[in-house]
């Protein structure tokens, strides 16, 4: 069974860091692309970075680029994925969400709530 535990979300400063961490299970981690989402209030959830599977390919959305960066790790079986996120902006107020996609189907964590207080 497909299990995320999602943490380190919490309360900012605008200009302030926070990272968020994705602990992944029930399947093998490193032949799969990882993503991070987001869904703001009132609005949809949207693709914010991704990571290949090997970790050597990133993408970022125009809106965080230069200000977050993902990563991940497979040593001693963490399996893990993170988001480090930078110069933080209230409009990165959000809940964050991690994903796989396995064939036809998206597996989301339960996501973590990230506050951004100008």
């Known amino acids: 069974e497909v299990q995320f535990v999602e943490s380190g979300g919490g309360l900012v400063q605008a200009g302030g860091s926070l990272s968020v961490s994705c602990a992944a299970s029930g399947f093998s981690f490193g032949t799969y692309d990882m993503a991070w989402y987001r869904r703001a209030p009132g609005q949809e959830r949207e693709l914010v970075a991704s990571i290949s599977r090997s970790g050597g390919s990133t993408t970022y959305a125009d809106s965080v680029k230069g200000r977050f960066t993902v990563s991940r790790e497979r040593d001693n079986a963490k399996n893990t994925v993170y988001l480090n996120m930078n110069s933080l902006k209230p409009e990165d107020t959000a809940i964050y969400f991690c994903?796989?996609?396995?064939?036809?189907?998206?597996?989301w964590g339960q996501g973590t709530p990230v506050t951004v207080s100008s």
């Open positions: 994903k796989v996609q396995r064939g036809s189907y998206d597996y």
